[in-house]
Nanobody, 123 residues
Framework: QVQLVESGGGLVQAGGSLRLSCAASGRTYIDYNMGWFRQAPGKEREFVAAASRNRIYTYYADSVKGRFTISRTSAKNTVVLQMNDLKPEDTAVYYC????????????????WGQGTQVTVSS
């Protein structure tokens, strides 16, 4: 089993920045492809960004491209999501996810999920 713990959510004004972190523990002797998803009230969970386990590829949703940056830290299976120029529509619970198979934009492709961290952007 793998446990994912997110941190860094909070309340910020529009135009501000937040930095989310996700650390994996448990069966971390292999590298995982890591992703971020978000879910706003009354909406389906949607893809935000993903980083491949070989540290070569990153992927972004069009809605966050140019504003958000996903990166892997030197610690094994740890990712950071730097969110800049935040907008009220970015308000959601943000989830970290991991999969040993392939980097994906599809939530069902991910095996492990964190509990989520709330991000609220006020206008």
């Amino acid at each position: 089993q793998v446990q994912l713990v997110e941190s860094g959510g909070g309340l910020v004004q529009a135009g501000g920045s937040l930095r989310l972190s996700c650390a994996a523990s448990g069966r971390t002797y292999i590298d995982y492809n890591m992703g971020w998803f978000r879910q706003a009230p009354g909406k389906e969970r949607e893809f935000v960004a993903a980083a491949s386990r070989n540290r070569i590829y990153t992927y972004y949703a069009d809605s966050v491209k140019g504003r958000f940056t996903i990166s892997r830290t030197s610690a094994k299976n740890t990712v950071v999501l730097q969110m800049n120029d935040l907008k009220p529509e970015d308000t959601a619970v943000y989830y970290c996810a991991a999969t040993p198979t392939r980097t994906s934009r599809v939530a069902n492709d991910y095996t492990y999920w964190g509990q989520g961290t709330q991000v609220t952007v006020s206008s």
